[in-house]
């Protein structure tokens, strides 16, 4: 320990700000500080969640400043460019204005930077145009449509999202394109030639427009500096250091980047990388572990550091999401500890069903509210976006306010919008905004058709008949057809069965017969819509009729943009309802995890491989990490989800919380009158019919 240096010399220049950072820099603790003023050379530190990682980065800079660099010869790289705004401004309550002269963002905003500069010596003008990844589908569309199988095999051949998807996967794991057919997309192998004759067209289309899809950023960023020469030694001279933030979801080719920027022509490898390998948890966008494990090998010389104390959590939480992670099958063991004290053991709340798993979480919200905590000290975390509909339209009831990150709010999802359009117009027949929409869904109908259509149903009074009598054009007469025959049918009364749901679920029953189709010839993938289409079929068939439904979910006047409601732009106070996936690096002081069910959380769809059931693991572990005072997890004991038209059952708390976790937590059941008691009796555990059946398989 004697070459940990213990006091920090800060330069006499700035008085007021080096006060604070040597007050600051003494409150970290010994591992934090020898972080904070390693000399150079790579630097890896591993640590677990709430150990102060991003808080020792942001004083890194801080003191790389103080210490003389120049801020802007310092790169810090983050996973959201907001991210790196929060760092730098820490930073600059530290040392000052100077931090903002630090260049910090994502991967991809740098490399757009740093192209638009070097980017014309190598032949790439600097007047690029970036496609987000609407426009670079679109633009795979044209690709398709020109290289593709043409018209008999059209149907056979993988739609414009998937080609993009396989491309951009392929650029950023470099996973040879022929695995990554024969692994994800089996169905597709045959027409591995054709499918590469699409992306070399996409590929040539984007040279030939000078446009750049997001991956091009980095593999031409990653290209110019492996190509090497004078160019890439300038690139590369551009920092001194370079920091970034939760390395253990960055890929291969961010690692490649990375590589190319420091320690050039013999000059140290000023990189300090971050991570947790344990809060790994986007794999499918190709990141993977692998970079931490293998930072000491690709930068020799790397010091590492691990922080094992927690300042977030308090014990109990802590020790719960210990137990959860103690039964990983990988990664490095950590042991997270704090010299916090105090604090009531989470609680695991079974309720009835999904509305009395709904009205507790809004009851404790307002509960706590009450006690003085702000809305913004409160998260529900939820492994999909569907996952929180019901919550949602409870909370708009109540006028509590929310933000949504993460995903659209679910109101607000185009599919789900699509779906309730066709109960609207039923509610309605003059709601011309609601017809334009359906009609313009239809194969066949084009805005013409759709106006010559609502016209004639002006003319003829909106009576059922007008619609049935229009006489479309020759190609849109099978979707005139089939949306005249489902219209009809669910005009009929329908009738309600024996414990199926009300009559408005069984209306979008019916509307699904038609729609799903529309969705599954639109997406190769539209799991994740169905689900949401079960999710709404469900909420619906709680409400006594349509009218009533339709009044409770009337949209609020639109809010700002999604990726703008981050919290600041938002209502002032509000509650954040957060997919796990994007609440990383974040912390409240209560966070509510609800249905913690097996094929929730891990989501079935993910159990396919143990590698997937594992990431889900981690999820859960990011979620319960994420608690500062207070955590509930949550799940009703009978759910009934809707898989392609075959209800399945819901009620095995998730594997992740076993016997030994459960024994951690506050066991709670919700009574009839939705009061919370302390709950003795046995938890329904998953049966593992392997071990039953004794080794059969
Ligand atoms: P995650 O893995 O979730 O990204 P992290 O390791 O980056 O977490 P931080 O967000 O940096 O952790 O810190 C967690 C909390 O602990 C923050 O509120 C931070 O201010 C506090 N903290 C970190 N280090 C210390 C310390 N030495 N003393 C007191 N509080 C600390
Ligand atoms: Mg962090």
Known sequence: ???????????????????????????????????????????????????????????????????????????????????????????????????????????????????????????????????????????????????GPGKPHEKRFPKKETLHWLYSRHVNTEIPLETLLGDELPAFVEHEPAIRAVLREYTRRKAERNLLDYDDLLLSWAMLLERGGELADRMAALYDHVLVDEYQDTNALQARILRGMVGRGGAPANLTVVGDDAQSIYSFRGATVRNILDFPRDFGGATLVALEQNYRSTPAILDVSN?????????????????????????????????????????????????????????????AGFMSADLEIELQRRGIPFDKWGGLKFLEAAHVKDVLAFLRILENPRDEVSWYRILLLMPGIGEATARSAVEAMSAGAWAPAAFRHFAPPARAQAA??????????????????????????????????????????????????????????????????????LTAIALEPPQATQDLAQGEDGPDDALVISTIHSAKGREWD????????????????????????????????????????????????????????ADYSLDQVSRYLDRDVRELMLRVALGDDDRPARDDAPVRAPIDLRALLGGRF
């Open 590 to 645: 209560v966070v509510f995890m609800p249905w913690a069910v097996d094929g929730y959380l891990p989501l079935a769809r993910s159990l396919a491989t143990p590698e997937g059931a594992e990431e889900e693991r981690r999820l859960c572990y990011v979620a319960l990490t994420r608690a500062r005072h207070q955590l509930y997890v949550t799940y009703p004991l009978n759910a009934y989800a809707t898989r392609r038209g």
């Open 323 to 383: 137990a959860v992670m103690a039964k990983a099958s990988e990664g490095f063991r950590k042991a997270l500890w704090t010299s916090r004290t105090g604090g009531e053991r989470p609680w695991l709340v079974t309720a009835r069903d999904e509305p009395q798993q709904t009205r507790f979480i809004a009851d404790r919200i307002l509960e706590l509210y009450e006690e003085g905590i702000a809305l913004s000290g409160m998260a529900v975390l939820v492994r």
């Open 480 to 549: 005139h057809r089939a949306l005249a025959a489902l219209l009809d049918s669910l005009r009929e009364t329908v009738a309600v069965g024996d414990g199926v749901g009300g009559a408005v679920g069984l209306e979008i029953a019916r509307v699904r017969t038609l729609y799903d189709e529309l969705l599954r010839e639109k997406y190769d993938r539209p799991e994740a819509r169905l689900a949401d289409l079960d999710q709404l079929q469900t909420i619906a068939s709680g409400y006594p009729d349509r009218a009533s439904f």
């Open 1 to 147: 320990m004697s070459d940990l240096p213990r006091i920090y010399q800060p330069k006499p220049r700035d008085v007021a700000a080096s006060t604070d950072l040597e007050r600051d820099f003494a409150g970290l603790n010994v591992e934090q500080q020898r972080a904070v003023v390693h000399p150079g050379g790579p630097l890896l530190i591993v640590a677990g969640a709430g150990t102060g990682k991003t808080r020792t980065l942001v004083h890194r800079v801080a003191h790389l400043i103080e210490g003389g660099v120049a801020p802007e010869r310092i790169l810090l790289l983050t996973f959201t460019r907001r991210a790196a705004q929060e760092m730098l401004s820490r930073a600059e309550r530290l040392v000052g204005a100077a931090s903002a002269r630090v260049h910090g963002g994502t991967f991809h905003g740098t490399a757009n930077r740093l192209l638009r500069r070097y980017g014309p010596s190598a032949g790439l003008p600097s007047d690029f145009t970036i496609l987000d990844q609407a426009d670079a589908e679109d633009l795979m569309q044209f690709a398709r449509a020109a290289a």
